[in-house]
């Protein structure tokens, strides 16, 4: 965006600014570009408690399953490899969003992501937990 068009933007909230979101393309005055972030933060922390009730239970379901060895070897070894993959995910879902935290990187987008990878894997969860009540 050149400087003549860069003067002509303003808040799409006060018309001051510009300070432009990367994330979502909004235009910003300082202050509601703050608040903005302030608000993604927000969003963040609902996604980190999703992610950690979700780490509760794998490791709870864990737990379970070393205590009901009743699957027969197929069975076990599904529901140990997805297990083992959600763990994984899990993982690194857990590494990406606290390097983002932490440096204040994380975007519309990640936050988004973030929110259908828990989704995701707490519908694996729910598979797993449903197969092995069944057994």
């Known amino acids: 965006m050149d400087k003549k068009n860069m003067s002509t933007l303003s808040c799409k909230l006060c ?3 510009p300070t432009i979101c990367n994330g979502c393309k909004g235009i910003y005055c300082e202050e509601h570009y703050i608040e903005h972030r302030q608000n993604l933060g927000t969003k963040l922390e609902r996604i980190i408690s999703d992610h950690d009730i979700l780490l ?3 490791t709870t379901h864990a737990n379970d399953n070393d205590r ?12 140990n490899n997805i297990f083992n993959k959600t763990h994984e995910k899990l993982k ?3 590494n990406d969003i606290r390097e983002k935290k932490t440096t204040k990187t994380y975007l519309e987008q990640d936050l988004e992501q973030w929110s259908n990878q828990i989704q995701k894997l707490k519908d694996s969860i729910e598979l797993l937990t449903i197969k092995s009540n069944d057994d």
């Open 15 to 17: 018309l001051h600014g």
């Open 56 to 58: 509760d239970r794998l």
């Open 68 to 79: 009901h060895r009743i699957y027969n070897d197929i069975d076990e070894w599904k529901q």
């Open 92 to 94: 690194h879902t857990t």
